[in-house]
């Protein structure tokens, strides 16, 4: 069964630092697509950043420059790493997978992603 396990969310004040990590079970991260995801409350799901197959990446306006996404296909494990964290930073982040998009770009987009973590709470606050 495919599973996607995040981890590494808190409390952080303005200008710190987090890293968000992913741990997948139950299927190959190597031949598929990778992406994070935030839901602010009140607001729609976004894509954060996003990683095709090929390692061809996608940032959010908001995050690029701050924020930078990798994975350890060997550990089958996804990260975000995000600096200079802002408090419009604050949300649940998601982590997401799918079979290799055809296209190569705008791929992140949440209601195309097939499979989702559970999510966990980022909050940037004084």
């Known amino acids: 069964q495919l599973q996607l396990v995040e981890s590494g969310g808190g409390l952080v004040q303005p200008g710190g630092s987090l890293r968000l990590s992913c741990a997948a079970s139950g299927f190959t991260l190597d031949y598929y697509a990778i992406g994070w995801f935030r839901q602010a409350p009140g607001k729609e799901r976004e894509g954060v950043s996003c990683?095709?197959?090929?390692?061809?990446?996608e940032y959010a306006d908001s995050v690029k420059g701050r924020f930078t996404i990798s994975r350890d296909n060997a550990k089958n494990m996804v990260y975000l790493q995000m600096n200079t964290l802002k408090p419009e930073d604050t949300a649940i982040y998601y982590c997401?997978?799918?079979?290799?998009?055809?296209?190569?770009?705008?791929?992140?987009?949440?209601?195309?992603?097939?499979?989702w973590g559970q999510g966990t709470q980022v909050t940037v606050s004084s």
């Open positions: 997401a997978a799918h079979p290799p998009f055809t296209t190569l770009q705008n791929i992140c987009v949440p209601t195309e992603w097939a499979y």
């Open positions: 990683l095709n197959v090929g390692e061809i990446t």
